[in-house]
């Protein structure tokens, strides 16, 4: 027994020295070449485009709602970007956008850059300046939409229109669209969808919204992160009801309809019942995360083949973004009882809103649910549900593309691929090709991604700049 146990200690001790000696190899690519810096012309040019795109209260719409205000979006962009809507091929699928750049060779595959026109309501109350005004302040234009997403579409129109300016064709044919209720989780990119697909388009690569380039994508890092978006998670929400028979509240009995909801909330908050998996792409994320963390996290990251149990143990606890990119989670987000404070309801009810995860989809989470609800006697009901969208290869040469570019335009980055755990537009368009990607290629603070729908929402005008220059490179270079 004393030498199987030596050899268990010898054998530990070699893993850890295997491990600390990789970890001390584990060194952060060099930074290429700086690039010439932004200029004055290239900030104001921003700020003007931007500004009066943000100036038009875009909030989201149906299709069979007043457009107006999308209209008049598109007015102004006509004006903002005169060259493209000379050029360009463009479809309006109520009020949807959709422009073709015709490629100099009709056999290549074609690609395409999306967005979406729509923002979440805003009231002026709490706001620096008016929620609509588009206004710069200390370098850092504000308003609704100026981050999400109107930020995406201004970088990839003035490429374009730059591009154009300067007589660039591209090789492919280039593909743009803008929706009007992203916000909402409405049809316009799936009627886009529907468009395309009447007409056998496909595309050998998809670049949406979704990542960035974020100055501190993760606690801990010491350098900004390009995350490029693969796949976004499922959703589901659910309805879940107790029954009884009410009564009145001065004599009540044992496991009333709310309290045997509130316990089987609280069991599947405690538990948090769903399989947890790592994702081989979700290794890759934090593998290539690894070199911008200090010891000991550098170590942990950067020998997962190592210290895969410890990380799955201890990320839920200390992340909720590390729960969220292993598993499907659950959060009790609107409830009703009765009408009365002194009358114990008959049939109250909560709601639970599931992001479900690529390896424990829809059903297979509801299971879970239905399982603990069985339990306390509750009824679950389905409200709306969408799995997870297909995972992009990140071995493609369209992601190797793409990373070739960020590299080039933000040598101070690192890159890394990431899971969406809100929704895109981007996943219809998985239909339509084996690499959609969400990356829009502008600088932001943590401040400024969490404000997208806040007050004060706002975006560094030097940062779209940046982008600008990001989709000309892109485009110019495109040859695949």
Known sequence: MSFVLLGLLALIVLLLCVAVVRTLLIKAPAPDACHTAITEEECAVAAAKLGAMVQVPTVSRREDEDLSDFYRLHAVMEAQFPLLHQNLEKTILNGTLLYRW?????????????????????????????????????????????????????????AVE???????????????????????????AAAAVRYLKEKGIT?????????????????????????????EKGYMDLKITARGKGGHSSTP????????????????????????????????????????????????????????????????????????????????????????????PKEPYLVANL??????????????????????????????????????????KEYAYVCQCIRNQFPDAGIAPYIIMGGTDCRHFHQLTENALRFAPVRMTNAQSA????VDENVTVAALAEGVRFFKMFLRGYDL
């Open 162 to 188: 730059e591009l154009l300016a300067e007589g660039f064709t591209p090789k492919c044919d280039v593909y743009l669209e803008y929706s009007i209720n992203e916000e909402t989780g409405g049809d316009g």
């Open 355 to 396: 992001r479900t995860s690529v390896h424990q989809g829809c059903e297979a989470s509801l299971a879970v649910m239905k399982k603990y609800a069985a339990k306390y006697d509750l009824e679950i009901e389905v409200l709306m549900q969408r799995d997870a969208s297909p995972v992009s290869n990140i071995h493609s």
């Open 253 to 344: 009995p044992r496991g009333t309809p709310a309290a045997r909801l509130f316990a089987f909330a609280n069991e599947i908050e405690r538990k948090r019942p769903f399989q947890k998996k790592l994702l081989p792409e979700v290794v890759e994320m934090f593998s290539q995360m690894a070199p911008s963390f200090r010891f000991p996290m550098r170590l942990i990251l950067g020998n997962i083949w190592l210290f895969k149990p410890l990380l799955m143990a201890l990320m839920p606890k200390v992340s909720p973004f590390g729960e969220a990119v292993m598993a499907t989670t659950c959060c009790f987000t609107q409830m009703r009882g009765s009408d009365a404070a002194n009358v114990i």
């Open 203 to 231: 595309f050998a690569l998809v670049m949406d919204e979704g990542g960035a380039v974020i100055e501190e994508a993760v606690a801990g890092m010491d350098r900004p992160y390009a995350v490029i978006g693969i796949t």
């Open 102 to 158: 015709k490629g100099s060779d009709p056999a290549r595959k074609p690609i395409l850059l999306m967005g979406h026109q729509d923002v979440v309501p805003a009231s002026n109350e709490g706001w620096r300046v008016d929620a609509y005004s588009g206004e710069v302040i200390d370098g850092d234009l504000y308003g609704r939409g100026s981050m999400d997403c109107k930020s995406t579409m201004y970088v990839e129109l003035q």
């Open 451 to 454: 404000g997208c729908h806040a």
